[in-house]
């Protein structure tokens, strides 16, 4: 087995973390030696222990713990020799507990493939220099797997490089670019409306706007058995008093968050309102408090066009998940979607279903 069969794996961890992970990147990592997997781990719920400490803890007797591990909590060399296949540069700075680097520095690690440098400032090139330092051969995995994970945290580089979280789009559209069913509430079939669902389960938070809202009135919980983090729903609106009756706004473990530019109305207790002026900014200002007060990386937002148009205009869209039924609407069909808006965006994947297709856009 060669690098990019264990990064890969390394790759799948970190995968499986999308979604669950934030304010942290999802990261893996997998410990080889002598053509062996020693161990493996990902960044746990929450952003909490690190990847590299999951998967020094399965070295240890009793690892069925998820708590975080200092130096002296295992023995010197334990991974003497190996390799480490690490999605991003481990940290360098203590935090809650040492840094991940000098972990796998004190438990012997030879040679670390990384799959891209963190951008984190407290990081960026301090932990593989802090590796290279004690005499463990670094380098980065280069061609389709090293994509691959800068793929992956991308919404974590953004928060650290723009300040912002990636946003991404779902929408579902007839075989003739409906948007809306006269005679249906669904376009999509049940298959496709699964996988959708399994889709948000990868990230942090759903937006939707205020039109969305007064036309579908739907619930946006997480369904299919996947409700096990309490994910915010998150509703752009400038007219609180046309949603006041929402299915959204019922007291549920996953919270409601609205950002208008006035608060016209009264809303729940247990509904956090946050006003946002009304200007150019009016975006900017609101993915900025998305990053920075409430600590998230990946954002899916699922509306129409009133909520897609500014956020094409101020370029903020980074992925755009396409769903398209076979069948055509024609005059059963209502809000014809310009695709011509999507021209810029790279085709990276197509998924099909017995009944249509899902195509996910990215904006390099």
């Not at 979604?19 to 990592?29: D, I, S």
């Not at 809303?267 to 900025?288: A, G, K, L, S």
């Amino acid at each position: 087995m060669d690098d990019s069969f264990y990064f890969n794996i390394a790759i799948n961890l970190a995968r499986d973390g999308l979604g669950k992970c934030a304010p942290n990147p999802a990261v893996g990592c997998v410990l080889v030696r002598g053509g062996r997997v020693l161990a493996v781990g990902r960044t746990q719920n929450g952003g909490r222990p690190h990847a590299e400490q999951m998967a020094l803890r399965q070295l240890l007797p009793n690892n069925h713990s998820n708590q975080p591990i200092e130096c002296n909590d295992i023995s010197r060399n334990i991974a003497k020799g190996a390799v480490a296949y690490i999605t991003l540069e481990p940290c360098a700075s203590r935090g809650v507990t040492e840094s991940c680097a000098k972990l796998l520095v004190w438990a012997g690690i030879k040679r670390a493939v990384i799959g891209q440098i963190d951008p984190d400032p407290k990081t960026a090139g301090n932990g593989m220099a802090y590796l290279q330092k004690n005499g463990v051969e670094c380098q980065c995995m280069a061609g389709e797997l090293g994509k691959n994970a800068q793929m992956i945290n991308r919404g974590f580089v953004l928060t650290c490089t723009h300040n912002r979280p990636l946003l991404a789009v779902k929408m579902a559209t007839s075989h003739d670019y409906f948007t809306i069913n006269a005679q249906s509430p669904h376009i999509t079939s049940p298959a496709m409306r699964h996988f959708g669902r399994i889709l948000r389960d990868s990230f942090d938070a759903i937006m939707v706007g205020g039109a969305t809202i007064r036309a579908d009135n739907p619930a946006l919980t997480i369904r299919d058995g996947l409700a096990h983090l309490n994910r915010p729903r998150i509703i752009v609106t400038r007219n609180l008093a046309g949603i006041k009756y929402a299915n959204i706004l019922q007291p549920h473990p996953q919270p409601v968050i609205i950002f208008t530019n006035r608060a016209n109305a009264p809303m729940p207790n247990h509904i956090r309102v946050i006003e946002c002026d009304d200007n150019e900014n009016f975006f900017h200002n609101i993915f900025t408090h998305c990053s920075n007060k409430l600590g998230l990386t990946r954002i899916l937002i699922e509306t129409g066009g009133g909520l897609i148009a500014p956020l094409l205009h101020h370029n903020l869209i980074d992925e755009f998940f396409w769903f398209r039924a076979n069948d055509s609407l024609a005059i059963h069909g209502k809000n014809l979607l310009n695709m011509t808006n999507f021209a810029g965006l790279t085709t990276i994947e197509t998924r099909h279903f017995a009944d249509g297709m899902m195509t996910k856009f990215i904006n390099l």
